[in-house]
């Protein structure tokens, strides 16, 4: 953790040591969801919800700080006479990326990529329909994480932005995963 917040530390110190004709700020706010049904008795929702900053310290490159809420919920049932299993999970990740835009921030169409790290917390509380309810609590941790998107311009300060984003999330004895994320939204150009 104090890795993390040093390193978006000296990052925004070096983005702001930067000439100020160069720098602007955008403000963002994403949405994604998920629904899956496989019978009255199984399903998966989830939902999630992300704030960002970007610095740019460039025309085309920035230092996007994030932070993104996310929720899921799963309903099991393997039979009718079988008790409901229901299992909420819920995922807290402060981000820190390095953007690079393919286009200049004046175009319609602006496809970027971008990659850093970012700080996921998160639980589960498992509910057994008759019994008790308990809750897994893994550590925090930091992890990579990359992603790709388009910003479309719709006018002077106003834009749709649609991601592709993944983290490399720990899932213990050493293994890793790929937890991703499609999102759309808006940003704001100060």
Known sequence: MKKFLSLTLLAVLISTSLPAYAMFTELGLSYGRKTTTFDKDNSFDSESITGSLSLYFLERLALELSYTDATGLREEK???????????QKSQILGADLILVFADKTALFQPYIKGGGAQISRYQQIKIEGQDTYTIEPESVTVPSYGVGLKIKVTESLGIKLSYDVWKTPIGDGLQTDDSSIRAGVTWAL
Not at 78 to 87: F, G, N
């Open 78 to 88: 393997a039979s009718p006479s079988d008790a409901r299993r229901t299992t909420t």
